[in-house]
């Protein structure tokens, strides 16, 4: 199976900074790369897929981009509602395979 | 509005059954692709297992292979996991999501809890 690993798993911004998360895939997975916002007691959110594809009900500060074994979501300028754990996930193959996570926390 | 709706979950000895049951709403079930993604306590968010639209095509994450069955009643809008043989590693809240690629919906899960 293809193997997510994600960079850093924790990583402390203070709010209005920028924030940088990774995630590299054992082997290529084209652009078939989704990443999803987690907020404790809630549903995880599906925010950018296609690597760099950002879904329409988060503002334009996060952003996407890579391909094939190397992606990176960005937050331009970190909001309260921001901080979360955010997961990436191919769909490239069977069976599909998330990382383990990076938590953004408030410095 | 996508609704899905998990319910089953409880508490279980290991070696035990349990099934849970997504209800769908909001969109026409038949023609999607459903899975099950779970996460245990502390832990990250772990695929379980994928049922495509007719039922044709299924998928199944190694740690849940042989001891897990994936199955839908199209006419009653409804996703199933069958789950046996439990174990304690089985503990979480299961998640109920929609999509064959990226996952755009979610129910808000139930919880598993496999324990003597």
């Not at chain 1, 920028?18 to 809630?42: F, I």
């Not at chain 2, 639209?53 to 006419?75: H, L, P």
């Amino acid at each position: 199976e293809v193997v997510m690993t994600q960079s850093p798993a924790i990583l402390s911004v203070s709010p209005g900074e920028r924030a940088t998360l990774s995630c590299r895939a054992s082997q290529s997975v084209s652009s078939n790369l989704a990443w999803y916002q987690h907020k404790p007691g809630q549903a995880p959110r599906l925010l950018i897929s296609g690597a760099s594809t950002r879904a329409t009900a988060f503002p334009a500060r996060f952003s996407g981009s890579g391909s094939g074994t190397e992606f990176t979501l960005t937050i331009s300028s970190l909001q309260s509602e921001d901080f979360a754990v955010y997961y990436c996930q191919q769909y490239n193959n069977w069976p599909r395979t998330f990382g383990q996570g990076t938590k953004v926390e408030i410095k | 509005e996508v609704q899905l709706v998990e319910s089953g979950g409880g508490l279980v000895q290991p070696g035990g059954s349990l099934r849970l049951s997504c209800a769908a709403s909001g969109f026409s079930f038949s023609n999607y692709t459903m899975n099950w993604v779970r996460q245990a306590p502390g832990k990250g968010l772990e695929y379980v297992s994928t049922i495509g639209s007719n039922g044709g095509t299924i998928y199944y994450a190694d740690s849940v292979k042989g001891r897990f069955t994936i199955s839908r009643d199209n006419s009653k809008n409804t996703l199933y996991l069958q789950m046996s043989s439990l174990r304690a590693e089985d503990t979480a809240v299961y998640y109920c999501v929609k999509g064959r690629w990226e996952l755009p919906a979610w129910g808000q899960g139930t919880l598993v809890t496999v324990s003597s």
